[in-house]
T-cell receptor
Framework: RKEVEQDPGPFNVPEGATVAFNCTYS??????FFWYRQDCRKEPKLLMS???SGNEDGRFTAQLNRASQYISLLIRDSKLSDSATYLC???????????FGTGTKLQVIP | NAGVTQTPKFQVLKTGQSMTLQCAQD?????MSWYRQDPGMGLRLIHY???????DQGEVPNGYNVSRSTTEDFPLRLLSAAPSQTSVYFC???????????????FGPGTRLTVL
């Protein structure tokens, strides 16, 4: 089983829609969780960290479910500019290495 | 701050050649990592370092060497390039967790490597 798993998509959604991505992780001792955004042929950039109590940043909401070992990202009122690949990342292990999921591709269509 | 810089941006090698991908950061981050990204495979960790003089293997370390003699630099060496190493390589750095600051990773712009 992969350490971090995501549905690769693509998710094709109309503008204004709400879309949610999940990401599962296998190491129950994982300590830090992140969502990154990656545009085509660019480097990943942090979208938001994921906190135990859940957190929101504008149209984006991140949740952590430790019991079921997954994190989620909810995007409300999708914009064309949200089209990108969304990568989840998990920090775990003695040296706290960061492992990424394969990414979920989102395409917002007019 | 320049952030994380990588050189070269593009490189073409012949099978069997060796080369070093350079990575430097000016944020005084202790943690640095190398990833490769292939279509459908996401970012896979090659090697990482938690401080000068300390490195460890990631998920796909074979064919690559690293060293960390300074906090700023973390070069990745390809010992004998193979077509399977054709990929986009990203370097990343961060603070370690538990220091009261975000331990998000900052990425360099990547090196696009083709091995013929």
């Amino acid at each position: 089983r992969k350490e971090v798993e995501q549905d690769p998509g693509p998710f094709n959604v109309p503008e204004g829609a709400t879309v949610a991505f999940n990401c599962t992780y296998s190491n129950s001792a994982s300590q830090s969780f992140f969502w990154y955004r990656q545009d085509c042929r660019k480097e990943p950039k942090l979208l938001m960290s994921v906190y135990s109590s859940g957190n929101e940043d504008g149209r984006f909401t991140a949740q952590l479910n430790r019991a079921s070992q997954y994190i989620s990202l909810l995007i409300r009122d999708s914009k064309l500019s949200d089209s990108a690949t969304y990568l989840c990342a998990v920090r775990s292990g003695g040296y706290q290495k960061v492992t990424f999921g394969t990414g979920t591709k989102l395409q917002v269509i007019p | 701050n320049a952030g994380v810089t990588q050189t070269p941006k593009f490189q073409v090698l012949k099978t069997g050649q060796s080369m070093t991908l350079q990575c430097a950061q000016d944020m005084n981050h202790e943690y640095m990592s190398w990833y490769r990204q292939d279509p459908g495979m996401g970012l896979r960790l090659i090697h990482y370092s938690v401080g000068a003089g300390i490195t460890d293997q990631g998920e796909v370390p074979n064919g690559y060497n690293v060293s960390r003699s300074t906090t700023e630099d973390f070069p990745l060496r390809l010992l004998s390039a193979a077509p399977s190493q054709t990929s986009v390589y990203f370097c990343a750095s961060s603070y370690p967790p538990g220091q009261g600051v975000s331990n998000e990773q900052f990425f360099g712009p990547g090196t696009r490597l083709t091995v013929l």
